[in-house]
Nanobody, 122 residues
Framework: QVQLVESGGGLVQAGGSLRLSCAAS????????MAWFRQAPGKERDFVAA????????RYTDSVKGRFTISKDNAKNTVYLQMNSLKPEDTAVYYC???????????????WGQGTLVTVSS
């Protein structure tokens, strides 16, 4: 069983950058597709980005394309979300997720981290 722990959240001004990390335990990390979701106050949890288990294929929601980059380091059992040009509307709790493939990790991942808060001030 893989366990996920996010880090890297914090307070940043609009236009700034943050890099989120998600460290996974378990020897099967490399075989999982990974994703980031976010949940803003009073809103539902939404998909942000996903990466295939090889790291060769990625998906992004339209609102973050060109600003966010997801990457995966199987040797370190870690997935990252580099967030640039941050906007106040990016403020949310960001969750790491894992599942067997890109389709399932986007639509219904079976594994979740506890979340990390990102606050973007205007």
């Amino acid at each position: 069983q893989v366990q996920l722990v996010e880090s890297g959240g914090g307070l940043v001004q609009a236009g700034g950058s943050l890099r989120l990390s998600c460290a996974a335990s378990g020897r099967t990390f490399s075989s999982y597709a990974m994703a980031w979701f976010r949940q803003a106050p009073g809103k539902e949890r939404d998909f942000v980005a996903a990466i295939s288990w090889t790291g060769s294929d990625t998906r992004y929601t339209d609102s973050v394309k060109g600003r966010f980059t997801i990457s995966k380091d199987n040797a370190k059992n870690t997935v990252y979300l580099q967030m640039n040009s941050l906007k106040p509307e990016d403020t949310a709790v960001y969750y790491c997720a894992a599942d067997l493939n890109l389709r399932t990790v986007k639509t219904g991942p079976g594994l979740w981290g506890q979340g990390t808060l990102v606050t973007v001030s205007s």
